[in-house]
């Protein structure tokens, strides 16, 4: 039986980041995940098939909508679905394969196959984890670092049939247009996907439970980006409890209690992601999942069970592809030195619809029911020099600040390449940076950036440029 310092479950970037950086600390580790491509949901059906075809869909609606007022004619634009599909499954396969090359660089034995833990031996103090796939083997370990992800969540009356009703990894590969696509679920992943095929032509239809679109983000922020969108051409429908979808000879019928049922083409459920721990036989080892199918863990990534340890997904906190590589990088510190930390204060977030939304810290609806004293700077991209050279005047920056200390408390931005900026918000987070710290540091003109440095100058109310 092969012996290992870690073996990590799952290859997604949670998994093997953790397993490189282990690795560098010195350790002899072992990488088990189930699909022949690595990089988890995230790279092979999620984060980056989703932005490439969001990329496409974008140049797509730019071309036939956005360059007149460039002064740029021209004729007729014609959409190719199946050559964006393409590029979407090549760029996959590029930084796929990528990985497998990172996980050999650094001398991680791979094994391919779904991972489950297994009870001791008698008298080892070696975990056990049997393979079950490809490579069908038991493994053996000191350490043990579960990082499996996450998996679609389902809702109530609803099955999914691979070609109507699907999730967003169908949705990533319809081979035509939707005439009506319906979409479950205002949050990240539902506008994202209803950015892209509505930008390629379709009729889209936002239905959500909750009274606003995109829940956990500020809500100032969602309320513009809502008038935005509509403007789009989004058809939204909130406070819509969905009871069931039916698949019909020509399409689909939502139901919607209280309401006249939807007829379409498409369904597309994105109402979140849960735990995927199904698999693991956490059992056998004395670990219990809790009611949402998470695993228990404390600062240090540790489980119930010593030397097993768990991140990403699988655990508390949002599920993001970055925050699991954080929590990463410190497990297999923790593990090798003793000391590893993650500072979730400062894990930014991002919507990649258009404009971008990104977000950094507390949002002003939690500062108020918490009772935190706050000031805010609040700048709009319509003063901004290079949004107006970019026709992209849409959105603003909003800075948070503590009322006494200035420390920055959170950052939201609603505009083009949003993602982009929150970083500057992020770093300057991490380092407990007040809001006169950004509005001293010289920005480069003119940049997108400047509007940052003019929110933290609102927020003691001294805003140069607007």
Same mark, same amino acid.
């Given at each position: 039986?092969? *012996?290992?310092?870690? +073996? ?15 690795? *560098? ?22 984060? @980056? ?19 007149? &007022? ?28 990528? @990985? ?7 001398? @991680? ?7 489950? #833990? ?39 009356? +609803? ?47 936002? #239905? ?15 309320? &513009? ?121 400062? @894990? ?16 002003? &609806? ?39 200390? &200035?420390?920055? #408390? ?57």
């Amino acid at each position: 039986m092969s *012996q290992y310092d870690l +073996i990590v479950i799952g290859g997604g970037p949670g998994g093997y980041v953790a397993a490189i950086r282990a690795a *560098q600390l010195g350790l002899n580790v072992a990488c088990i995940d189930a699909n022949e491509q690595l990089g988890g949901t995230c790279l092979r059906v999620g984060c @980056i098939p989703s932005k490439a075809m969001l990329e496409s869909s974008e140049k797509y609606a730019q071309l036939k909508h956005g360059l007149a &007022d460039h002064g740029i004619k021209l004729g007729k634009v014609e959409l190719d679905l199946a050559a964006m599909l393409k590029r979407k499954e090549e760029v996959v396969k590029t930084l796929t394969s990528g @990985i497998d090359g990172l996980l050999k660089k650094n001398k @991680i034995t791979r094994y391919l196959g779904m991972g489950a #833990l297994s009870p001791h031996a008698e008298g080892s103090q070696l975990h056990r984890v049997t393979v079950k796939g490809k490579d069908n083997t038991e493994l053996e370990a000191k350490h043990i670092i579960i990082a499996t992800g996450s998996k679609v969540a389902s809702l109530k009356g +609803i099955e999914f049939d691979g070609d109507r009703v699907g999730s967003s990894t169908e949705a990533l590969a319809y081979d035509k247009v939707p005439g009506h696509l319906v979409v479950i679920g205002a949050g990240y992943i539902g506008m994202e996907m209803g950015s892209v095929w509505l930008r390629l032509g379709a009729r889209v239809t936002m #239905l959500e439970y909750l009274d606003r679109i995109l829940p956990g983000m500020d809500s100032d922020i969602a309320a &513009d980006a809502h008038k935005l969108f509509k403007k789009q051409g989004f058809d939204f429908k909130l406070g819509a409890k969905v009871t069931g979808a039916k698949v019909t000879k020509d399409g689909c019928i939502v139901e919607v209690e209280g309401r006249e049922p939807i007829k379409c083409d498409k369904v597309l459920v994105a109402v979140g992601r849960a735990p995927n721990t199904e698999g693991l036989n956490l059992q056998a080892v004395g670990l219990q999942p809790d009611g949402r199918g998470k695993i228990e863990v404390n600062d240090h990534f540790e489980t119930a069970v010593k030397n097993i340890y768990a991140i990403g997904d699988v655990i508390r906190g949002p599920m993001l592809a970055h925050k699991a590589e954080e929590e990463g990088v410190a497990c297999a510190e923790y593990i090798v030195t003793g000391y590893g930390h993650v500072n979730y204060d400062a @894990i930014p977030a991002v919507v990649y619809t258009h404009p971008e939304i990104a977000s950094v810290g507390k949002t002003e &609806d939690e500062l108020k029911e918490k009772g935190v004293e706050y000031k805010k700077g609040v700048y709009h991209f319509r003063a901004n020099g290079r949004a107006r050279t970019l026709g992209e005047t849409d959105g603003k920056v909003k800075i948070l600040a503590d009322a006494k200390t &200035d420390r920055v #408390l959170g950052v939201h931005i609603l505009g083009n390449r949003a993602g982009d900026l929150i970083a500057e918000a992020a770093v300057a987070m991490e380092y407990g940076a007040s809001s006169e710290d950004i509005a001293r540091a010289s920005h480069a003109h003119p940049t997108l950036a400047e509007a940052v440095k003019e929110a933290a100058l609102a927020v003691a109310g001294r805003t140069i440029n607007g």
